[in-house]
Each structure stands twice: as C-alpha cells, then as structure tokens.
C-alpha cells in the first residue's frame, strides 16, 4: 500500500499534541506500508538531520518543502492565486506545488492529510483516496474561544474557518475525528460526509510510571505555555486556586513545565513556591517530579495529552471538565474532577496529604490508559481504515497490490 502523508507542519520533534500522532502512527505502521511523508522544511537544520534520519530508518520517504514566510497582504494574494478563497497564514502555494507534482508523477493508493490546514494544499481531485484526519474541529474551538472572551476576532475566525472545512470535509472520502464532540461538529458542516473517531493515544513505554522520581508535595501543570488555553489555565491556577492550596499545604510547591511561557505565565514565578520551567529535554521525567498533576483547562477541543500522559505515568490527576471531555477516564475512580476554585483547591490539597488516596488513583489511571489508549491499538484501528478505504476492507490484499 502507497501512502501519500501530506503534513503542513514539520512533524518532529514529538511534542506538540498535533505531531504526536504522526510520529507514532508512522512508527507504527511504517514496516507495513509505504510511505512518503510531504512537510514544510525546518529552519533547524539539526532537527531536520535528526528527523530525516530516523523516518529514513523507519523506511519512510519524506519531501520537503522550503515554504518562505510572507507578509499578511503577501499570503492574502497567495491564497486567492492558489484558488483559496479562504485566506490563512498557513497556506503554502510552494506546499501545494509540490503535492500536484509528486500525485501527477507517483501513484498512491491513498492520500492521507493531517487536518484541514494540510488538506487545502491538495488539488480539488485528487487521483487517489482521500483520508482526512481532522483532529480538531478548528471552527469549534474558535466559536468556544468567542463564547469564553466574546472577541469578534474569534467569531470572525470561526466563520472563515467554518467556510475552508465545510469544502475540505466534503471532498475527503473519509474523516478521522479526534473526538465525538469533534465529530458532531464536522457532522454539521458536512452532513453526508463518513466521520468515524479515532482518539489520541499516549506512549505507554515513554510515560511509564517512575516512583523514584517522585518528590514531595509537587504539584505540576504542563504544556505549550504560549497556547492560549494553557496560558490562561496557568494564569487561573497560579492566581485564584494555587494561594488557597498553599495555605493547606504550606510545604506545597507548583511547576508550570512546558516550552515558550509568555510574561503572563513567567510572571506566576514572583511567587517562590511557583516554578516555571520552559522547555525542558524530558517531559516525561519532569512530570513524574509530581505527586499530583492538574490540568484546569477553561475551553479547548479535542484529546487533552496532558490528561493521557499524567494517567500513563500513574499521577493522581485533577482535572477540569474541559481537561477531561471525551476521555473514557471516571472521576473518583481514575482521577479526580474540578470546576471552581474551591474544587481545585479541596482536590489538590486533600490529594497532597493522602498518599494512599494518590496511589490507588493513579494505578487505577494506569490501568484504564493501558487498556484504552496505548498508540499501538490506536495505529491498528487507523490501519483498518486504511483497509476499508484501498481494499474495500481487505488489508492483506491492499498489501499485495503495492
């Protein structure tokens, strides 16, 4: 089976929660397929070394694209002389060059987009089949981000964007939805489209539980520290929930671990019982420093990967609706659940000084990711839709005709 990967984004290093996916679906199913993997070039040229040589030693082809950033007006024109009448910042006429060039060149059995943003570089027909994994459903997260600041920004951007996936949804011949929520959303843009759900998964090996490393009273929170709904979930933490917790447990002390903190989250460090890390080499290990992870996400979409990681490595979590939203994890069972203040606050605390409650949640959250959500059973249910969709069903038979 040939498999075109079309990826707007470098997918490297696997951080990010959108590359996550890709780097582990391609582990995964790299030695039964083959594919090529079509991304934008990275300014990094060690990071690109570093990347090309392990999909080179996975067996993937990978091309790529030096895609010049331009100004506003600039990317406007590119976008309407690439017949996008939906003018974004991500849209590249050199990405969508490359990918009618390599389809009319190659023959590919399916072709593979990660989310819509990827998705518009394809020609309108393209002569394979079209697998569109959505994640996200972006217009959702804007309309969601326009209810919690009433921003005309936001609801402007959920209209363009609704526009660009009601097109994108209706050409794919299936789509890949990171969530029922994601997937009722798409549902409505396209009514007629096939929507099926695949959710994210975490790296049960990466993120295994690690006692040793375990310190006394830490309290962690992780994430892209310049992505708005973890900057204001931190911001939300450090300030309203974080002092009362403190009071209860005065030994207490917080870490805000995750890359880029913009001077909001930065400035949560002024209190000396706060820490914020920046980018650190090993999420995993410094994560499993706590004894307690929280994650009071306010608005957001899709699979929270913080929630995944901290349940793999056997943390007591806490964590907010939104956090906890289309995740097959039970509250007093696997984890624990917060709306207000007040709630962060008793959960945190309580949790801080009982460390029996600490250990059965978190073998519990073990046991529930370990049978629901390790990437290899997620990467076998996205192979039987690669089946579905080049064999009508019959994977092996898809094989032999590579």
Known sequence: MRI?????????????????PIHHFLRCLAPRAQFTLLTREPADAGLRSEALALWESWGVRARLVRCPVRSGAAQAWACLRGGRPWINRF????????AAELLARERFDLIQSEGVLSAQHLPAAPPARRLLVARDCLSLAHWRAWRAGHSPREALGAIKIAQMERTLYRRADRIL?????????????APSARIEVLPNGVDLDQFRPRPELE????????????????????????????????????????????????????????????EVTGRVE?????????????????RGTGIKNKVLEGAALARALVVSPVSLADIDLRPGRELELAESAGEFIEQTASLLSDP?????LGQAAR?????????SAMAERLWGHYGELVGGGDVASAKNRA
Request: no cysteine.
């Open 367 to 375: 046991s529930a990711v370990e049978q629901r959500y390790g990437w």
């Open 91 to 98: 849209f590249s006429p050199e990405l969508a060059a490359a």
């Open 215 to 274: 310190q006394p009273g830490v309290v962690a929170f992780t994430g892209a520290m310049d992505f708005a709904p973890n900057v204001e979930a931190a911001v939300w933490f450090g300030r309203e929930i974080w002092p009362g917790a403190v009071r209860r447990v005065p030994s207490a002390r917080l870490r805000i671990i995750g890359r880029d903190p913009v001077p909001a989250v930065l400035a949560l460090a002024a209190d000396p019982s706060i």
């Open 177 to 189: 939805a990171i969530s029922p929520t994601d997937a009722e959303a798409i549902r409505r843009l």
């Open 282 to 298: 090993r999420m995993e290990e410094e994560a499993a420093r706590a004894q307690v992870i929280v994650s009071p996400l306010r």
């Open 4 to 20: 075109l990967l079309l990826s707007q984004v470098f997918p490297y290093p696997p951080y990010d929660g959108n590359i996550l």
């Open 356 to 360: 029996a409650r600490r250990r059965a």
